[in-house]
């Protein structure tokens, strides 16, 4: 069993009002030191047997057409050690 | 990164520019270098890029709107006219309404959420820079054929989108279309319209007057989002392999634009603004240059004062970013203090980003350099204008020709009962509630008619019940068929649906939704459906405060339906009076209004059943449009109908159908002598609405109509006792249809399709 994964994050010149948001509560709050703040969506997949080239290229299917939105966000693939 | 300026431009003058990939043709180009006498700098190549768009432009439409100005009806409700960011008109008690429909067709094909929500966000900031607040929004929409997998990805992404935005924002979405046509494939159409209300004093208009006034950019920040949307996006046809240019999508947050329509309104209601203009399509070029030029002629930018969301955009990026919910106000400077404290008590940043002057220039520095140096009208509103070639093509004849008589019709009971039924649940007619239970309706509590009434209307003054109606219709087919004609019967519609409530018909706006301009048939499609709502206007006295074209809606060398979408406002003066379309009480009479004759060519019958397009639209009389109208207005006045509803795609049929399962209530019928029952049931012959008339004012209801000479048929009542519609006097023999039935049958299509 290994675990693969998938961090979705909105692409860097779109608007990211949540992460905004977010910013916006530090000021109220005086939490200081934080320029800026975006934020994204983790998927952890358990994958049954070893990750190897072919299921590699089929996490990325499913990254870039189910989990991510490609007009918009990007996503990265890491394999847990 | 070397920035390059004004000086550099006349220093190097033969520096090859990135015209063509800017959407700009070559001649554009050389236009450009004739008006400033050298080459533009880079970031007066982007200014010039978006705003000689065809989205900004028109200028492929614009000899033809011409017409909509030249053609206008007297007519002294109006107070703002075209050209403004939206048209006024006086609906009386000191009130007045603004409206406006508009596209976002291409963004909402490549990103269904986003792109619609935007297209809601950008209609809502032309109503608020009116100086008019929100009070509702609608959207007719189109989309392909409904089996096909990426339509559910467009159309659940579409129809999320709007309720994400809109509900967010606190508007009830009380209206609007759903249409499925094959031609929409590729590309479907995503119309927003918004209805916003004002004191007559509290109207404003863009443009920078006065010497010394300060620019103020307020609302968002400024990023790297739809850069270049209007030239890229909007402006070019798709190729056939799908969108392939993705990075112009913007995003919205409707929590901002909450907040940048408290602070606009209360700005303006105080009095501290001279001018403003909202931030859409081609964002800094398009305000700065359109407030100059509407002004008094001449203005500065500081170009390197724009907050920014990403600090290394460069010029030409920040003048072409589409980024939402900006506007841009002109301030007197004794004001800029109290200006900020507004934008400070609503969370809003604003930052002075220039001045106006004189000089009859725009220009605009950065760092201390001179990068922009033109004449603000050249920008704004002296772009190119093409007199496009147009030409009927040969095709339309034979369409012309192949007319639905060919076509097998039911010609007994039982196969007419079955087509009933079956008609019912096609995605055109059957319920669009899975749709509008997904929009916020009845939010600020002043929602008196919405979705599936024949218009949305909404209060406008609690004291006195004044309200406004609106609807926005248009049958594609019959345009197909003949632009000119389904372009009045499109008018014609959602006139009808307006005057069906009680409210009198007053103005309209439009949203012209075509293929390439480039291509002649699309050309004279336009140039016809334009001519044809523009003498419809004229003689029914209701003059186009405003609208939106949208072209390039094709794939390869397909182009959609001609879809000129007719928005139609109506005033009534006391909301409680509005006529409903259920009926409800025991005995009440049914009528028909109008005539019904064989006028199958471009129904929804020929289009579900057969998939049929073919033969000549119905006959439109608009002077019997009219009549129909001022009775059916009358009718309300007088408290002579408990319902109505009028008679448009799917024929009487699906008109009888929807007010019985709105009512739940059975009625008996009887098909009227002299017809058979498929030609009464399904034809959709213009002019026609179904009214339900309490017993005890038939007489005065007959004297109406005949002093009018206008048609009336009774054809049955209402019967309390019953649950469903029976029909006498089908090819000799009579059916029933339980309500449930046909409810369950209507109700289940989208979510079958969509859920």
Known sequence: MAIVVVDVALKHEILDPQGRAVMGALVR????????????????????????????????????????????????????? | MSIDKVSDAIAAPETSQPYAELGLKKDEYESIREILGRRPTSSELAMYSVMWSEHCSYKSSKVHLRQFGDKVPKNDSMLVGIGENAGVVDIGQGWAVTFKVESHNHPSYVEPYQGAATGIGGIVRDIISMGARPVAVMDPLRFGNPENSDTRRVLTGIVSGIGGYGNCLGLPNIGGEVVFDPSYQGNPLVNA?????????????????????????????????????????????FDADGPAKRPSVQVGDPFMEKLLIECTL???????????????????????????????????????????????????????????????????????????????KWDVEAVVIGEVNNSGRLTVEWHGE???????????????????????????????????????????????????????????????IWVTSQFDRYVMGNTI???????????????????????????????????????????????RNVAVTGAAPLAITNCLNFGSPEDPAVMWQFERAVTGLADACLEMGTPVTG????????????????????????????????????????????????????????????????????????????????????ILVA???????????????????????????????????????????????WSESATRAVVVVPQNQNDEFLTLCASKSFPVTKFGEVDLSSKSIELAAVFGDSISLDIAELRTISEETLPRLFG
């Open chain 2, 193 to 237: 319209l918004c209805i916003g209300t004002m004191k007559h004093k509290d109207i404003h208009l863009a443009k920078a007057t006065g010497l010394g006034n300060a620019v103020i950019l307020y609302g968002a920040r400024t990023g790297g989002d739809g850069i270049g949307g209007v030239s890229v996006l909007a402006s070019e046809t």
């Open chain 2, 547 to 630: 609208g939106n074209v949208s072209f390039y809606n094709q794939t390869g060398d397909v182009a959609i339906h001609p879809t000129p979408v007719v928005g139609v406002l109506g005033v009534i003066e006391n909301v409680e009076r509005r006529t409903p379309m259920a009926w409800r009480n025991n005995g009440d009479l049914i009528y028909l209004l109008g005539t019904t004759s064989d006028e199958l060519a471009g129904s929804e019958w020929a289009h579900a059943i057969h998939a049929h397009l073919g033969g000549h639209p119905p006959v439109l009389d608009l002077a019997a449009e009219k009549t129909l109208a001022e």
């Open chain 2, 635 to 681: 009718g309300s006045v007088g408290n002579l109908f408990s319902a109505a509803h009028d008679v448009s795609e799917g024929g009487i049929a699906q008109t009888i159908a929807e007010m019985s399962m709105q009512s739940g209530i059975g009625i008996r019928l009887e098909v009227p002598a002299g017809l058979d029952a498929f030609t009464f049931l």
């Open chain 2, 266 to 344: 209360e700005v303006l209601h105080a009095g501290l603004v001279e001018g403003i203009q909202d931030l859409g399509g081609a964002g800094i070029s398009c305000a700065t240059s359109e407030l100059a030029s509407n002004g008094e002629g001449g203005m500065h930018v500081w170009l390197d004062r724009v907050l920014l969301r990403d600090s290394t955009l460069t010029p030409e990026e920040i003048l072409m970013s589409e980024s939402q919910e900006r506007m841009c106000a002109v301030v007197e400077p004794s004001k800029i203090n109290a200006f900020m404290d507004v934008c400070k």
């Open chain 2, 370 to 432: 001179q990068i922009v140096d033109v004449p603000p009208r050249s920008v704004a509103h002296d772009g190119p204008v093409y007199e496009r070639p147009f030409a009927r093509p040969d095709w339309m004849d034979i369409r012309n020709a192949a007319g639905p008589e060919n076509l097998v019709r039911p010609s007994s009971a039982a196969e007419v009962k079955q087509t009933w039924l079956t008609m019912t649940g096609t995605p055109n007619l059957a319920s669009k």
């Open chain 1, 29 to 81: 709050l005086g939490l200081t030191g934080v320029a800026d703040v975006r934020q994204g969506k983790q998927f952890v997949l358990n994958i049954d047997g070893d990750v190897d080239e072919a299921k590699l290229a089929q996490i990325h299917e499913i990254a870039s057409t189910l989990l991510s939105n490609s007009v918009i966000e990007d996503f990265t693939v890491q394999v847990r050690p």
């Open chain 2, 449 to 495: 008619l919405a979705q599936p009434e024949d218009s949305g209307m909404i209060r406008v003054d609690e004291e006195t019940g004044l309200g406004v109606a609106v609807s926005t219709d248009c049958n594609a087919r019959f345009v197909a068929l003949d632009p000119y004609k389904g372009a009045q019967l499109a008018f014609a519609e959602s006139y």
